[in-house]
């Protein structure tokens, strides 16, 4: 589970912002809480903000992290993502720091760098009293330093390869995280508990990404397949079904440009790839290509209808609504939020969604007592602001200050009473986070009018 994100000078973080899930004392929705180690840690957050607030930056900082992290160095200018605003942050190194529970620990890890230096990066494991230091890692003066935990330099062989490590091995735009747990993580558990955690725990969505390859997972997933079609059938979609179309290559036609398919067989004959898929231009709907058993097969997702006699039509995904396509795409997170112990951030989880429907499966994750996973959100779906489904310390808001830069807090820095509507306390600016605009007239639209 995630505990808490810390950014400092990158994209519209100016000062060092925290976002956290820890509880406060409310007493509603007790099982929102769960317990790690010696902390209480809330599963569920939703993030407001006006467009061009920060909340969608706080998605974009943590997957910047993750991106570092699995490619195991820093690869860009990083003046481009400074905090622009302000001239004194152009000399100002980008800090990230991010708290995690990974493998019956809780883990800091954080890291500072300017340009495509290192300057600093540490791990520590995080406990109530005291914080037990993995490793630590510092370039000052261009000469660079690791540190790990106590006794480990008592070994002369250990000594002897920190100090290898610092002047050859490691080179200043690498992270140690990474190089530790590609070469020595048998060496180094608990770096390879807190790589893993980015790898395959924590998962980002953006408002425009797909999970990529839907229709296998829901061919070879037997639960995931139960989980789709239970959950199409209580949503009024007019989904009857969710099926996998499957064919061979030879038997597979359609508009996929064939000359592409032919590429992607040599691929898989010379053993370069086991699974490829192509995304139709215009309906968005996808073909995924797999290597099974020495043959290439074509997976489609179909839908199934009910006609006026009540009989089954098959459609293609092409022919769905955006939203319903949107939904399709959400099946493997829905799925993980509540039957995997997975972290999901979601950007904009509304989009195209109707009210009526998010508010629905929002509901349905937060009133779901088994539930495993961990979901964070930004939205501006109003609706979703209850406090029957959320506390008021998993309710963010995102805002701009004079100087431009985001701020972040939670709703339970004000005074809610538990039977509030803060819904209608939102819209009407009671807690910010939502657009101040100027009275259309003063636009002066009207010049722009065409007479007649």
């Given at each position: 589970m995630l505990l808490r994100f810390i950014a400092?000078?990158?994209?519209?973080?100016?000062?060092?912002?925290e976002f956290n899930l820890f509880p406060n004392k409310t007493q509603r929705l007790q099982h929102h809480k769960v317990k790690q180690n010696e902390f209480d840690v809330l599963r569920l957050s939703a993030i407001y903000g006006a467009n061009g607030s920060g909340k969608s930056n706080l998605i974009k900082?943590?997957?910047?992290?993750?991106?570092?992290?699995?490619?195991?160095?820093?690869?860009?200018?990083?003046?481009?993502?400074?905090?622009?605003?302000?001239?004194?942050?152009?000399?100002?190194?980008?800090s990230l720091?991010?708290?995690?529970?990974?493998?019956?620990?809780?883990?800091?890890?954080?890291?500072?760098?300017?340009?495509?230096i290192v300057l600093s990066e540490s791990l520590v494991e995080s406990r109530k009293d005291i914080d037990i230091l993995i490793f630590e890692r510092s370039n000052e003066s261009n000469t660079q330093t690791i540190l790990f935990h106590d006794g480990y330099n008592v070994n002369e062989k250990n000594k002897f390869f920190v100090d290898v490590l610092a002047e050859k091995l490691l080179q200043k735009n690498e992270l140690l995280l990474s190089f530790l747990n590609s070469k020595y993580k048998e060496e180094f558990i608990d770096v390879s508990n807190a790589y893993n955690w980015f790898d395959s725990t924590l998962v980002i969505i953006k408002p425009d990404a797909k999970p990529g390859g839907i229709a296998q997972i829901l061919d070879t997933n037997r639960g995931i397949n139960d989980f789709a079609n239970i959950f199409f059938s209580n949503l009024n979609t007019g989904i009857s079904k969710i099926n996998v179309d499957k064919k061979k290559?030879?038997?597979f036609s359609g508009s996929a440009d064939i000359r592409i398919l032919d590429c992607i067989l040599d691929d898989f004959k010379k053993g370069q790839n086991r699974l490829s898929v192509l995304t139709h231009?215009?309906?968005?709907?996808?073909?995924?290509?797999?290597?099974?058993?020495?043959?290439?097969?074509?997976?489609?997702?179909?839908?199934?209808?009910?006609?006026?006699?009540?009989?089954?039509?098959?459609?293609?995904?092409?022919?769905?609504?955006?939203?319903?396509k949107r939904l399709i795409d959400y099946i493997p997170a829905l799925n993980g939020i509540i039957n995997e112990d997975k972290v999901y951030l979601i950007d904009?989880?509304?989009?195209?969604?109707?009210?009526?429907?998010?508010?629905?499966?929002?509901?349905?994750?937060?009133?779901?007592?088994?539930?495993?996973?961990?979901?964070?959100?930004?939205?501006?779906e109003s609706c979703l602001l209850d406090q029957e489904i959320f506390r008021p310390d998993e309710i963010?808001?995102?805002?701009?200050?004079?100087?431009?830069?985001?701020?972040?807090?939670?709703?339970?820095?004000f005074n809610i009473h538990n039977t509030a509507n803060i819904e209608n306390g939102y819209l009407n600016g009671r807690y910010g986070g939502i657009p101040f605009l100027s009275n259309?007239?003063?636009?002066?639209?009207?010049?722009?009018e065409v007479s007649q």
């Open positions: 400092k000078n990158i994209f519209s973080f100016k000062e060092e912002t900082a943590i997957s910047l992290l993750e991106s570092m992290i699995e490619e195991g160095k820093i690869n860009n200018d990083s003046s481009e993502i400074k905090f622009k605003l302000s001239d004194e942050n152009k000399d100002i190194p980008i720091g991010i708290e995690f529970y990974a493998k019956s620990k809780i883990y800091y890890y954080a890291i500072t760098f300017d340009m495509d290559y030879e038997e231009s215009e309906t968005g709907e996808e073909a995924t290509l797999v290597y099974e058993n020495g043959e290439v097969f074509v997976k489609r997702l179909v839908t199934s209808h009910s006609n006026d006699k009540g009989v089954d039509i098959e459609f293609s995904i092409g022919m769905e609504s955006d939203g319903t904009e989880i509304e989009r195209s969604i109707h009210p009526i429907t998010i508010k629905a499966i929002i509901t349905k994750i937060s009133f779901d007592q088994t539930a495993k996973g961990q979901l964070i959100f930004t939205t501006h963010w808001f995102a805002q701009k200050d004079v100087g431009g830069a985001s701020k972040l807090y939670s709703l339970s820095d259309l007239h003063d636009l002066n639209w009207h010049k722009y």
